[in-house]
């Protein structure tokens, strides 16, 4: 794209934005650690039992999404970071709704890059463009059903661009099977396993108090799991930012 072409499309892009913060690290799955700036979209097609971003995903807080341009989601990324480039983790919700190309296109200029993690619903043509693409469908603890022919779609649409990664939550016995036979489907991605957080906090009380001790409880738990069960190619990763931060929001 040209940066005409860039230009036209900051302008003409508007994007629902629920929140942009960092510099931080982030916190789970295929790039665990690593220094990031997150742009959180506003939106979902999916409403999990043990969503811990509600404020992106519930209705009732559409009125708190900004409709913001290109050119100002990419400013106030250039400031949080200081204009050293740095990765850009695209979350939600579900950021696959929203029309994410342009952003992408304008930050890879400047030698950022971009991650990218959706539930594999939604596939969109610009999935090509992204640096990594963290796929995590849904276990059976959520409540939702998971679409595979849209999930294959959303492989398909990234092609051999991205890096591309599975990333399941496992809650229990159900959704650890769930997570080898997804695993089992898709063999040629790498799979990062995370104990999930069963004290999510409210939308309106990020200072809600985390069970550390039982989400630790599942991660040792989620560990023999894997270890007695000789799956060996599975990765199994805490949410490091509740175990630093609790449900406390913007870090």
Not at 4 to 26: D, L, M, V, W, Y
Not at 82 to 111: C, F, H, K, M, Y
Not at 183 to 201: C, E
Request: charged share 25%; with cysteine; net charge negative.
């Amino acid at each position: 794209m040209t940066v005409a072409a860039h230009k036209i499309a900051a302008k003409e892009t508007t994007i629902r934005i629920s929140e942009i913060f960092g510099p931080t690290i982030q916190g789970e799955g295929l790039l665990i650690g690593l220094p990031t700036v997150f742009v959180r979209t506003g939106g979902c097609d999916y409403r999990c039992s043990w969503c811990d971003t509600l404020h992106a995903v519930d209705s009732d807080y559409r009125d708190t999404w900004k409709p913001l341009s290109v050119e100002a989601i990419w400013q106030e990324v250039r400031r949080l970071s200081g204009g050293v480039p740095l990765t850009v983790s695209l979350s939600g919700g579900n950021p696959a709704i929203q029309p994410l190309a342009a952003l992408i296109a304008r930050g890879q200029d400047e030698g950022y890059r971009f991650a990218l993690e959706t539930q594999g619903s939604i596939a969109k043509d610009w999935f090509a463009g992204l640096d990594h693409l963290v796929l995590s469908p849904k276990p059976p603890s959520s409540g939702m059903e998971t679409d595979w022919r849209a999930f294959e779609d959303c492989l398909a649409a990234a092609g051999e661009g991205p890096q591309v990664a599975l990333k399941i939550v496992v809650f229990d016995d159900a959704d650890y099977a769930y997570a080898k036979a997804a695993s089992a489907r898709f063999p040629h991605l790498p799979v990062y396993l995370q104990p999930g957080n069963h004290t999510p906090p409210p939308p309106d009380d990020d200072d809600a108090r985390v069970d550390i001790d039982g989400v630790m409880d599942r991660m040792l738990w989620l560990v023999d799991k894997v270890s007695e069960d000789r799956w060996f190619s599975a990765r199994v990763l805490p949410q490091l930012h509740v175990l630093l931060w609790g449900n406390k929001r913007g870090v």
